[in-house]
Every structure is written in structure tokens, then in C-alpha cells.
């Protein structure tokens, strides 16, 4: 509710940081996307949360759904955090699992390994063809 509001709150996100690494394995795959997403909207720096987040994330990732893939891609992709082999994973769980993807996960995620520098040429090759079985989904 902070993030969305656009409310740092930055005791509370400090204590959050703090504290979830220890009971990330508490964490289910939302927990994981939607806590990085909320520090990434809200523009808090917390590289070392952020890496317990893609140590977490990457052994689960085939339970992330396709908005969660996508969240997380893109909380790390705002937040300016460098984690390539988590990317790959993302990559290579969202491949066969692209007709799950609305068309605000395909933006979000292509949108996010673009920012992050990440070159995952078969997921957007992948994403192209999909997105062009399904452009009547798209709208502005």
C-alpha cells in the first residue's frame, strides 16, 4: 500500500529489509515479486535484500506466475540491481510459459531486460511471435 501510494516510509522499509532475508524462506513466490517491486517503486536502495531476493527467487521460479516473473524482472530492472544469472533463469522459466503472459507482462518484461542491459535475444525473438499471434489483446 506504501509503494502504490508512493510513500517511502523509509523506518519501515529499512526495518523490512532488515528483517526478510532472515524469513525469506517463509517468502512464497508473490511475496518475493511483490516486496521487490514495492522497494523498487518506492525508490529504496537495499542491494543486499535485493540478492537475498534472486537467491530466493531463482530455486522457485516455475511457481512464479507471468505477473510475477515479470514484477520481479522489473523491481530489479528499476531498483539498478545486477543479477544476470537471475535474469537468465527468468528468461529461460518465461520461454515456454509465453502464453501465459498478458500484453503488460510482455512490456514489463521486455522492458526490464532492456533496462538491466540483459541480452536474452531468444525471449524477445520468442516474445515477437507471441505478441504478434495476439495484438488484439493490445491496447494503449
Not at 522497494?39 to 540478492?51: S, Y
Request: negative net charge; aromatic residues 12%.
Amino acid at each position: 500500500a506504501f509503494a502504490t501510494a508512493g510513500v517511502r516510509a523509509p523506518k519501515l522499509f529499512d526495518a523490512i529489509a532488515d528483517a526478510a532475508p532472515q524469513r525469506l524462506g517463509e517468502f512464497n513466490s508473490q511475496d518475493i515479486a511483490n516486496t521487490a517491486w514495492a522497494f523498487a517503486k518506492v525508490g529504496v536502495e537495499a542491494p543486499e535484500l535485493f540478492d537475498a531476493f534472486a537467491a530466493a527467487a531463482h530455486p522457485q521460479l516455475d511457481r512464479f506466475n507471468s505477473q510475477s516473473l515479470a514484477n520481479t524482472a522489473w523491481a530489479f530492472a528499476t531498483a539498478g540491481v545486477k543479477a544476470p544469472k537471475l535474469f537468465d533463469a527468468i528468461a529461460a522459466t518465461a520461454l515456454p510459459r509465453l502464453g501465459e503472459f498478458n500484453s503488460q507482462d510482455f512490456a514489463n518484461t521486455t522492458w526490464a531486460f532492456a533496462t538491466a542491459s540483459v541480452r536474452a535475444l531468444e525471449l524477445f525473438d520468442a516474445v515477437v511471435a507471441a505478441a504478434l499471434r495476439r495484438l488484439g489483446e493490445f491496447n494503449s
